[in-house]
């Protein structure tokens, strides 16, 4: 019966024929190259995505890094210009308070001619009172004068002599 159940599988299956071992291989690796060949793609896509990710990871940390640097240095020109102004501001009040002394000094200088300008006031209020008791001394003067004139001509040319003992 063993020879039955040979018989039966050969005559079931024929024998394989040369070219029968390359048709049922073919399916065989095309079936195993599918699943290879769509990790290797699968691999391949996954791997430029990676790429493409770190290379965008470093070029952010590269911009956040230069932007660092270009804010730090102009928050460090800003302190500088700052610093400028603070000096400048302190100039300005140096210069306003120079011209607050001025302004205190013409103060008291207006004050000083005010006093002066009265005091001439006054001097001239004297000079003309006294340049007019002057004309009217002068003029008693004259009159004196010209009474003196007239006496010594009346008493003619008399010498005053002193008194004899």
Known sequence: MADDAAESDNAV???????????????????????????????????????????????????STEIAAVRRDMEAGFARVDERFDRVDERFDRVDERFDQVDDRFARIETVLVDHTDRLARIETVLVN????????????????????????????????????
């Open 13 to 63: 299956s024929p024998p394989p024929s040369p070219s029968a071992p390359a048709a049922t291989a073919a399916p065989e690796r095309r079936s195993v190259q599918a699943p290879v060949l769509a990790t290797i793609i699968a691999a391949l896509i996954v791997g430029v995505f990676s790429f493409a990710v770190v290379g965008f990871n470093v070029l952010r940390n590269d911009i």
């Open 130 to 165: 006294h340049t007019d008791r002057l004309a009217r001394v002068e003029t008693v003067l004259v009159d004196h004068t010209d009474r003196l004139a007239r006496v010594e001509t009346v008493r003619g040319a008399h010498t005053h002599t002193p008194a004899q003992p």
